[in-house]
């Protein structure tokens, strides 16, 4: 059974940081790519970073590009999200996801590309 376990959210001031951890079961991480996804209040789920089933290829969207790393860990089957620099428009629930989808260095980022989701955890960036 495929699950994913988002934790590490939660309240921040602005310049903080944060590290989101995404553990999954029942598959390894060279199986399936993994992304980080945002949905803040009133807006669409958007992809903000994913990685190829290798770990070879990364994307990151261009408004976190320099404040924040994906990476993982693959004898804890875990995925991380290193977020600097928060500022309050990174307010929104993250999720991760696992996609079937990709190669070596190619890695989806689009929600209709990932099939499992975890269940969110917040982030809130506010003095």
């Known amino acids: 059974q495929v699950q994913l376990v988002e934790s590490g959210g939660g309240l921040v001031q602005p310049g903080g940081s944060l590290r989101l951890s995404c553990a999954v079961s029942g598959f390894t991480l060279d199986d399936y790519a993994i992304g980080w996804f945002l949905q803040a209040p009133g807006k669409e789920r958007e992809g903000v970073s994913c990685?190829?089933?290798?770990?070879?290829?990364?994307y990151y969207a261009d408004s976190v590009k320099g404040r924040f790393t994906i990476s993982r860990d693959d004898a804890e089957n875990t995925v991380y999200l290193e977020m600097n620099s928060l500022k309050p428009e990174d307010t929104a629930i993250y999720y991760c996801?696992?996609?079937?989808?990709?190669?070596?260095?190619?890695?989806?980022?689009?929600?209709?590309?990932?099939?499992?989701w975890g269940q969110g955890t917040q982030v809130t960036v506010s003095s």
């Open positions: 990685m190829s089933s290798s770990g070879l290829g990364t």
């Open positions: 996801a696992a996609s079937g989808i990709g190669s070596e260095y190619y890695t989806p980022c689009a929600l209709d590309d990932y099939d499992y």
